[in-house]
């Protein structure tokens, strides 16, 4: 089984890229899959599926909460957090996230392609021991218009305080960057820009990285392509459920006025730096 990881901070276009690489990859795009069966918070709130059920009623996801066990739960909720990135796992945490792992080969088959969006680093250390055939795909945002979303609530998402997107941004992406570098993972980083400006130029690399040919799933337009034959994407932006019959790439910063955060944007462009922003 194969396994494209997209990690990065919240509020980067990884729903919407999700959909486009699962698209031209014939994959399994399933959401924020560990997010949801590792965080207590999430399973108990059961956020909808992208076909609009909940996960306990949905044909594919219904039988998942059987392998749960609450008390293994608690314990993933409280390790499975960015600042314990470094920590070495324990027998729990490793049998509780392989359990996921066969669950999800069983489901879809040794052979399949899988997309999870969770975007935590804190899931890598999980995928390592996992010893899955994983790619990291590194997704960034420009860290103005990140921020600028968080301030935004939508539907059954929260939004955060300037300070709290930026906090959101920096862990995220920075401890992905060194987490990945540091085990030698199979690591890409993608602009969501750059995406958003010529998506079949970006999906072609990380295809040819894998030896695979991009598959013609353009419909009209250069930006738009078929949906994917998969639509159970778990948890993740809820617009998600704007893309049943295409997925339309759009540019947000070109749609609205830019933003002006005054003396603290001078930040933003200090921790966007590295990432060349």
């Known amino acids: ?26 994959a399994y795009n399933i959401g ?33 909460g059987n392998h749960i066990d609450v008390n293994d739960l608690k314990v993933l909720s409280k390790k499975s957090r960015m600042r314990n ?6 027998k729990t945490e490793r049998d509780y996230f392989k359990k996921l792992i066969e669950n999800l080969s069983y489901k879809f088959g040794n052979e399949s392609i899988i ?25 960034t945002r420009n860290p103005y218009d990140s921020v600028n979303s968080w301030l935004i609530k939508k539907k059954y998402l929260d939004s955060k305080s300037f ?32 995406f958003c400006e010529d998506p079949k130029e970006v999906l072609s690399y990380i295809l040819k990285r ?13 930006n738009v392509f078929e949906s994917p034959h998969f639509n159970h994407a778990l948890a993740g932006n809820p617009s998600k459920f704007d893309s049943v019959e295409n997925i339309t790439i759009k540019n947000s910063r070109r749609q609205k006025k830019p933003v002006d955060f005054g003396i603290k944007g001078l ?11």
């Open 32 to 64: 924020e899959y560990f997010l949801n069966y590792c965080n207590e918070k999430m399973y108990i709130g059961e956020l909808p599926c992208s076909c609009g059920s909940k996960p306990s009623v949905c044909p594919i996801w219904r039988e998942e």
């Open 115 to 139: 997309i999870e969006t969770s975007k935590s680093p804190a899931f890598l250390r999980y995928l390592l021991s996992s010893k899955i055939n994983l790619t990291v795909i590194h997704l």
């Open 267 to 277: 930040f933003l462009k200090f921790i966007g730096l590295p990432f060349r922003y």
């Open 85 to 90: 990135i470094f920590f070495k796992l324990t």
């Open 1 to 26: 089984m194969k396994l494209y990881y997209i990690a990065g901070a919240s509020r980067s276009g990884s729903t919407v890229f999700a959909q486009a690489l699962s698209s031209v990859l014939d």
């Open 163 to 194: 300070w709290g997107g930026v906090h959101d941004w920096f862990m995220m992406n920075y401890l992905t960057f060194i987490y990945s570098k540091l085990k030698k993972l199979d690591y890409v980083r993608v602009k969501y820009e750059n």
């Open 210 to 222: 894998d030896c695979k040919d991009l598959k013609d799933k353009y419909i009209t337009k250069r």
